[in-house]
């Protein structure tokens, strides 16, 4: 039982380039998210997915496309990135969006040049 | 909107105190509220999970306790070790299915 995997676990892109970070839980959970850490400026929610097939915005989703492909993996895509989006992304899961405990991936960190 | 203040933002003790981290959030109507640790360029590692309806939860040294109508919680950390250094975030859950976080408290414990 791996719990929430992450992959890569460090990206350094140059303004413009795209790449897309992949998560992945084996706890059969319904609920996925992505979140940045910054600085300052603590967790932030990008986007989440409730239940499989479906997709919603977070705090700060501009910039930024999710796809969830099944019920095990949620994808984070940076069509165009920017110096703006270098952070550390963590990907979590919950069994049910509103009463779970979320338990949280290893993290990406991503530098954007 | 909520709004989530850990207070302080770091806290250095001498091995074997036992000591008390704060967390208050600006609205009351949670779902619930779960505190995490996070090591230097690790991820987050839940610690608890309080339910709305719950005044507090137990795990091995640590005790964290709710009050909803006052929007505080405590995380109380007993006879305190080196391997207790790390940062502390709390988060709510409310009406939002999103958990909001607070900034954390850096922990130090000197042996």
């Known amino acids: 039982n791996a719990g929430v995997t992450q992959t890569p676990k460090f990206q350094v892109l140059k303004t413009g380039q795209s790449m897309t970070l992949q998560c992945a839980q084996d706890m059969n959970h319904n609920s996925m998210y992505w979140y940045r850490q910054d600085p300052g400026m603590g967790l932030r929610l990008i986007y989440y997915s409730a239940s499989e097939g479906t997709t919603d915005k977070g705090e700060v989703p501009n910039g930024y496309n999710v796809s969830r492909l099944n019920k095990r993996e949620f994808s984070l895509r940076l069509e165009s990135a920017a110096p703006s989006q270098t952070s550390v992304y963590f990907c979590?899961?919950?069994?049910?969006?509103?009463?779970?405990?979320?338990?949280f991936g290893p993290g990406t960190r991503l530098t954007v040049l | 909107k909520q709004e989530v203040t850990q207070i302080p933002a770091a806290l250095s003790v001498p091995e074997g105190e036992n000591l008390v981290l704060n967390c208050s959030f600006t609205d009351s109507a949670i779902y619930n509220l779960q505190w995490f640790r996070q090591d230097p360029g690790k991820g987050l590692t839940s610690l608890l999970l309080i339910q709305s309806s719950q005044r507090e939860q137990t795990s091995g040294r640590l005790n964290a306790s709710l009050d909803k109508s006052s929007g505080r919680s405590t995380l109380y950390i007993a006879a305190s070790q080196p391997g207790d250094s790390a940062t502390y975030l709390c988060a709510v859950k409310g009406n939002t299915g999103k958990l909001i976080f607070g900034q954390g408290t850096t922990l130090q414990v000197k042996p």
């Open positions: 979590a899961s919950s069994a049910q969006r509103d009463s779970n405990e979320q338990f």
